[in-house]
């Protein structure tokens, strides 16, 4: 049912400062910008820097993955270690790199075999969650399938057809990374009223907008269903 991730939302202090960093060190695109956001693409998702002045706010110390060509690999390690303590970790054949952004999120930077150069898809987001039976259960509902769930870590990993969603009972993870809480997230599906309609005995909100559906996981995550 849930096929593209659409955008995350990330709440900031200071817009200027969280900005810059993603455009400099990242070299994402600017998609629009207001006093109170910036949206910024990773792809075909968006990444949207909010302030905390409305609902839903973003989410707070968000783990996160950003997909990166492989050849580019060791040159993205070698120019961010100039100015981060990175942690690398290896996942079969392919490795990533992790870092830290100004508010505290801990992105991460992974090796597939697209072409496109520079930064070009998220292909992971990391919710923090009290339950993970009753979370699992809500990702389900919605077409998400457990494809690994940790044996000394609290966490299971759900799969879409293009993005994987993590869910983690509260723990520090790799480079001491931890799921974000209150997260904004914007989900492609083919009918938003077919995909409410699977979880309506368990969300704690719903709101019609213009573009979709939004509504609130057990756990208080937005998730926003936008047709297609």
Request: charged residues 30%; proline residues 3%.
């Amino acid at each position: 049912m849930v096929s593209a991730l659409r955008w995350l939302a990330l709440e900031v202090k200071h817009l200027d400062r969280a900005s810059a960093f993603y455009r400099e060190q990242l070299a994402l695109d600017t998609v629009r910008e207001s006093e109170s956001e910036v949206v910024l693409s990773a792809g075909e998702t968006d990444l949207v820097l909010r302030r905390p002045s409305a609902i839903p706010r973003g989410g707070l110390h968000t783990h996160y993955a950003l997909s990166i060509p492989a050849s580019e690999y060791d040159d993205w390690y070698d120019r961010l270690a100039e100015s981060f303590d990175l942690d690398e970790h290896s996942f079969g054949s392919a490795r990533s790199l992790y870092f830290y952004d100004t508010e505290g999120n801990c992105v991460e930077l992974g090796e597939s075999d697209g072409e496109e150069a520079g930064v070009h898809g998220m292909f992971e987001v990391v919710l923090e969650v009290e339950e993970l039976a009753r979370a699992e259960s809500f990702y389900t509902d919605l077409g998400l399938e457990i494809v690994d769930q940790g044996s000394e870590r609290r966490r299971t990993r759900l799969a879409a057809d293009e993005f994987a969603l993590e869910l983690w009972e509260p723990h520090l993870g790799l480079a001491d990374a931890r799921g974000g809480v209150h997260v904004d997230l914007g989900v492609g599906v083919e009918d938003p009223d077919a995909a409410l309609d699977a979880v309506v005995g368990s969300v704690r909100s719903v709101e019609r907008l213009d573009d979709g559906i939004r509504v609130r996981d057990p756990d208080g995550h937005f998730v926003t269903f936008v047709e297609g």
